[in-house]
């Protein structure tokens, strides 16, 4: 206790870094938050994991375990169940920055301003701070993947969190089982047979994922796997974007010094393997460098630990140049940026509250974002992204570019449609609808369709922000 007492500074200043900019950025949401939402309210309701009620079960949710988190808070209109997921990732994920800067504190060997650095680096991160609050799974996810790196001395109990956060993430799968063997060869170089139950117990958890998939759905992997297909390219030019703007990367260019402190190449290699499988899944659409926020704190740690074997100059320069690149971005575009960002969550409820008297006599709405349409309405949503839609994330094309035709509107019986304008409407105005250029394929297919033409009838402009953008509501007269 003593121990523990004498470094309550650290502590606090740990939780402080991931608060103060987690705060600043709370207003950030992301439109997928609201997906996991209306799962977990059709759960807590008795209705099953479906994403419409008079609809089949679906796999809208790559992070299976999250609506079953989310349940217990879920009993309640869908904003305020996403402002509860959005406190419970913000406290969640502050413990865990404080259990950090505990053992930043209780380091021995490394220089007291490296460990500040370190955790100031950590603050400078706009991701991390950004998904703190964005009401999805991946600060649990960080908090997760941040306790197994700090429990190296315990290598099985570092695998059961890895395994954890990789079922919440499953692209963490590999980050999980490199960093189980590693650690536990670590510990003892001997011994391969607990290295390989290590492996075992962190795949346990995505692979008990994948089997209840294929026992309900009849695919192991995530319907979003469909309905977004892998693009290497894509995940290239994501993972390195990434790895620039989460800034902590740059901390741990330094392999002399981690060859010193196995702990520390451990974690670096199962970032490496991180990024590898990011670039296999092809990167993702959401804003903040998502899918690589989980693994930057315990780069941060591994930063740390190597300090404590590395030059001192050497240190200097690679927390310098990570501190120089964090407030360069914050100048150029993260102050912006995050301001944007910020309002997110307040335009999407103004968005919400005006949409609801309109969509309320809809029985089935086809929209591309269907997250904040499903908090709208408990009607029937179709998404045409095919992210909660079997039938549609089989259909060529990504995610926004699905081959989704008007004839399939008509049969499925949508007598709603919404589409994004993001340049706002015409100067005729609504009537003027089928002027709109509309920047998303599937929405260009669809809005330029004679049969969409004939069929629809603008209803509403529902605009979204002070952008001037938003939807155009069709519906069948």
Same mark, same amino acid.
């Given at each position: 206790?003593?121990?523990?007492?004498?470094?309550?500074?650290?502590?606090?200043?740990?939780?402080?870094?991931?608060?103060?900019?987690?705060?600043?950025?709370?207003?950030?949401?992301?439109?997928?938050?609201?997906?996991?939402?209306?799962?977990?309210?059709?759960?807590?309701?008795?209705?099953?994991?479906?994403?419409?009620?008079?609809?089949?079960?679906?796999?809208?949710?790559?992070?299976?375990?999250?609506?079953?988190?989310?349940?217990?808070?879920?009993?309640?209109?869908?904003?305020?169940?996403?402002?509860?997921?959005?406190?419970?990732?913000?406290?969640?994920?502050?413990?865990?920055?404080?259990?950090?800067?505990?053992?930043?504190?209780?380091?021995?060997?490394?220089?007291?301003? +490296?460990? !500040?650095?370190? =955790?100031? *680096?950590? @603050?400078?991160? #706009?991701? $991390? %701070?950004?998904? &703190?609050?964005?009401?999805?799974?991946?600060?649990?996810?960080?908090?997760?993947?941040?306790?197994?790196?700090?429990?190296?001395?315990?290598?099985?109990?570092?695998?059961?969190?890895?395994?954890?956060?990789?079922?919440?993430?499953?692209?963490?799968?590999?980050?999980?089982?490199?960093?189980?063997?590693?650690?536990?060869?670590?510990?003892?170089?001997?011994?391969?047979?607990?290295?390989?139950?290590?492996?075992?117990?962190?795949?346990?958890?995505?692979?008990?994922?994948?089997?209840?998939?294929?026992?309900?759905?009849?695919?192991?992997?995530?319907?979003?796997?469909?309905?977004?297909?892998?693009?290497?390219?894509?995940?290239?030019?994501? +993972?390195? !974007?990434?790895? =620039?703007? *989460?800034? @902590?990367?740059? #901390?741990? $260019? %330094?392999?002399? &010094?981690?060859?010193?402190?196995?702990?520390?190449?451990?974690?670096?290699?199962?970032?490496?393997?991180?990024?590898?499988?990011?670039?296999?899944?092809?990167?993702?659409?959401?804003?903040?460098?998502?899918?690589?926020?989980?693994?930057?704190?315990?780069?941060?740690?591994?930063?740390?630990?190597?300090?404590?074997?590395?030059?001192?100059?050497?240190?200097?320069?690679?927390?310098?140049?990570?501190?120089?690149?964090?407030?360069?971005?914050?100048?150029?575009?993260?102050?912006?940026?995050?301001?944007?960002?910020?309002?997110?969550?307040?335009?999407?409820?103004?968005?919400?509250?005006?949409?609801?008297?309109?969509?309320?006599?809809?029985?089935?709405? !086809?929209?591309?974002?269907?997250?904040?349409?499903?908090?709208?309405?408990?009607?029937?949503?179709?998404?045409?992204?095919?992210?909660?839609?079997?039938?549609?994330?089989?259909?060529?094309?990504?995610?926004?570019?699905?081959?989704?035709?008007?004839?399939?509107?008509?049969?499925?019986?949508?007598?709603?449609?919404?589409?994004?304008?993001?340049?706002?409407?015409?100067?005729?105005?609504?009537?003027?609808?089928?002027?709109?250029?509309?920047?998303?394929?599937?929405?260009?297919?669809?809005?330029?369709?004679?049969?969409?033409?004939?069929?629809?009838?603008?209803?509403?402009?529902?605009?979204?922000?002070?952008?001037?953008?938003?939807?155009?509501?069709?519906?069948?007269?």
């Amino acid at each position: 206790m003593q121990r523990i007492g004498h470094r309550a500074p650290w502590l606090i200043a740990g939780a402080l870094a991931a608060a103060i900019p987690a705060l600043w950025m709370r207003g950030f949401t992301v439109d997928d938050a609201l997906i996991a939402v209306r799962y977990a309210r059709h759960l807590a309701a008795g209705t099953g994991w479906r994403f419409n009620i008079s609809g089949p079960s679906t796999d809208g949710v790559t992070p299976l375990p999250w609506p079953l988190i989310l349940v217990p808070l879920a009993r309640a209109d869908a904003l305020v169940v996403l402002g509860r997921a959005q406190t419970l990732g913000f406290a969640v994920w502050t413990i865990a920055a404080g259990a950090l800067g505990l053992a930043v504190g209780g380091t021995p060997g490394a220089p007291v301003w +490296a460990r !500040a650095g370190a =955790l100031c *680096t950590m @603050a400078l991160s #706009l991701p $991390l %701070a950004a998904h &703190a609050v964005s009401g999805m799974e991946t600060p649990i996810a960080t908090a997760l993947a941040t306790a197994a790196a700090l429990l190296a001395s315990r290598p099985r109990l570092a695998a059961i969190c890895a395994g954890l956060a990789a079922s919440l993430r499953p692209e963490m799968v590999a980050w999980a089982c490199v960093l189980a063997f590693g650690l536990a060869i670590a510990k003892r170089r001997d011994d391969v047979a607990g290295a390989l139950l290590g492996t075992t117990v962190a795949a346990a958890p995505f692979v008990a994922c994948a089997m209840l998939r294929l026992a309900s759905w009849g695919r192991p992997a995530p319907l979003s796997l469909l309905a977004k297909p892998s693009d290497l390219s894509h995940g290239l030019a994501y +993972a390195g !974007a990434a790895c =620039l703007v *989460t800034i @902590a990367p740059i #901390l741990v $260019l %330094a392999p002399l &010094a981690l060859r010193r402190v196995p702990e520390a190449l451990v974690i670096v290699a199962a970032f490496l393997a991180h990024g590898a499988a990011v670039v296999a899944a092809g990167g993702d659409w959401m804003p903040f460098a998502r899918l690589m926020v989980p693994v930057v704190p315990t780069l941060v740690w591994a930063f740390v630990l190597a300090s404590t074997r590395a030059h001192p100059a050497a240190t200097a320069a690679r927390l310098a140049l990570a501190m120089s690149v964090a407030v360069f971005l914050l100048s150029r575009y993260g102050w912006s940026n995050g301001t944007r960002a910020r309002d997110v969550g307040s335009d999407r409820a103004a968005l919400i509250a005006t949409a609801r008297p309109w969509l309320k006599p809809l029985r089935r709405i !086809a929209a591309l974002d269907v997250g904040w349409v499903g908090a709208a309405t408990e009607g029937d949503v179709m998404d045409l992204a095919g992210l909660t839609d079997p039938e549609i994330a089989v259909l060529p094309g990504g995610h926004t570019s699905k081959r989704v035709d008007a004839m399939r509107l008509v049969t499925r019986g949508a007598d709603g449609l919404l589409l994004y304008a993001p340049e706002g409407l015409p100067r005729g105005g609504l009537e003027q609808w089928r002027t709109i250029a509309w920047r998303r394929a599937v929405e260009a297919r669809l809005g330029s369709d004679d049969v969409i033409g004939d069929r629809f009838v603008p209803a509403a402009w529902l605009p979204l922000g002070q952008s001037g953008g938003g939807y155009v509501l069709l519906r069948v007269p």
